[in-house]
């Protein structure tokens, strides 16, 4: 079974930073596109950053130049490193995994990790 | 003005038909396919539909999907009260260069 397990929120200061990770496991993650993608309290879904296989990234306009994402293929590890964080940035992010076929699509999703920007 | 448009809420009794729709543009349903997805507080999302209208193996056939020009839909049948949910449209938006979601339907099965 497809599994994606995200670690690393907690509480930061407006303008600190945060690296979230997501260990996979289950299926030959070199092979998958992966994604992180968001929920603030209260909002709905809103997707952060995507990294195909062909080292591809896309950002959404509210986190480009300061979050990064990455993967390390060899410890099955996807990476978001989240600077200069805002209070709007607070929110449940989720590593979610992207089908595989040509197009965008995720069909597999983490159980995500808290982030509190507060002072 | 939200790139996708979801309305906000929806509410049914159990055994009935309900439609959420998913309003767009070229730059994204009119040229790309769309996907769906549950969310239930506190869990995962699940992908309940994906390519407009396909379902993947688990999904019940009480979820179906559709979609014309810049505009999709979910409809779901013979409602219970575990269908309560989010539910959310997810499309490649060529413009943004980046997939969009929309803003989300809260169903409530009365």
């Known amino acids: 079974d497809v599994q994606l397990v995200e670690s690393g929120g907690g509480l930061v200061q407006p303008g600190g930073s945060l690296r979230l990770s997501c260990a996979a496991s289950g299926f030959t993650f070199s092979r998958f596109a992966m994604n992180w993608v968001r929920q603030a309290p209260g909002k709905g879904l809103e997707w952060v950053s995507y990294?195909?296989?062909?080292?591809?990234?896309f950002y959404a306009d509210s986190v480009k130049g300061r979050f990064t994402i990455s993967r390390d293929n060899a410890k099955n590890s996807l990476y978001l490193q989240m600077n200069s964080l805002r209070d709007e940035d607070t929110a449940v992010y989720y590593c979610?995994?992207?089908?595989?076929?040509?197009?965008?699509?995720?069909?597999?999703w983490g159980q995500g990790t808290l982030v509190i920007v507060s002072s | 003005q939200p790139v996708l448009t979801q309305p906000p809420s929806a509410s049914v009794t159990p055994g009935q038909r309900v439609t959420i729709s998913c309003s767009g543009s070229n730059s994204n349903i009119g040229n790309n396919y769309v996907h769906w997805y549950q969310h239930l507080p506190g869990t995962a999302p699940k992908l309940l539909i994906y390519?407009?209208?396909q379902r993947p193996s688990g999904v019940p056939d009480r979820f179906s999907g559709s979609k014309s020009g810049t505009s999709a839909s979910l409809a779901i049948s013979g409602l219970r009260s575990e269908d309560e949910a989010d539910y959310y449209c997810a499309v490649w938006d060529a413009s943004l260069s980046g997939p969009v979601f929309g803003g989300g339907t809260k169903l409530t099965v009365l």
């Open positions: 979610a995994r992207d089908w595989g076929s040509p197009g965008w699509c995720i069909d597999n």
């Open positions: 990294l195909t296989t062909g080292s591809e990234i």
């Open positions: 390519r407009n209208d």
